[in-house]
C-alpha cells in the first residue's frame, strides 16, 4: 500500500468512528498534536479521538488538497485541509482546518507517527 492509499484508507476508518479501525494504521510511539494538547501513544490518542466523537454526533470527516511534501521509501509527509459536519446538541455544524501528517514504514506498512491539526489563522 502507498503512503497516499495509507491516507485515504485513514479518512475511510475515521468516518466509521470505532477507534479499533484506526489504531493499526498509527504507529503505537504516535504523537498527535490537536487543538486541545498534546496526545502521545495510542491509549492518549484513542482516548482523545473517543471524546471528539461523543462531541460530535453524525459526524462526516474528509480531507482536501493533499500534498506530498516529502515522500521516501522510510517516510511521507503531507498537508492538508480536514473538513468535517457533524451535530453538536441537535444542531448542525461543519468546519475546516489544517493538517500534517507523518508516516513512518515499518517493515513494509506504512503507520502514521505524527499527525498535526490546527485551526486556519484568523
Not at 503512503?3 to 498527535?32: C, G, Q, T, W
Not at 509527509?77 to 489544517?98: L, M, N, P, Q, V
Request: net charge negative; with cysteine; charged share 30%.
Amino acid at each position: 500500500m502507498s503512503a497516499d492509499d495509507h491516507m485515504k484508507l485513514y479518512e475511510a476508518k475515521i468516518n466509521l468512528r470505532r477507534f479499533d479501525e484506526v489504531e493499526p494504521l498509527i504507529s503505537p510511539e504516535a504523537v498527535f498534536w490537536f487543538t486541545d494538547g498534546t496526545h502521545r501513544g495510542i491509549d492518549e490518542i484513542r482516548t482523545a479521538f473517543e471524546r471528539t466523537w461523543r462531541t460530535l454526533q453524525n459526524e462526516v470527516y474528509w480531507l482536501e488538497d493533499l500534498e506530498w511534501i516529502g515522500l521516501s521509501e522510510t517516510v511521507a509527509s503531507c498537508t492538508y485541509r480536514f473538513c468535517w459536519k457533524a451535530e453538536i446538541d441537535g444542531e448542525t455544524f461543519e468546519g475546516t482546518g489544517r493538517g500534517t501528517t507523518v508516516l513512518r514504514n515499518d517493515s513494509g506498512r506504512w503507520k502514521i507517527i505524527h499527525e498535526h491539526l490546527s485551526r486556519f489563522p484568523n
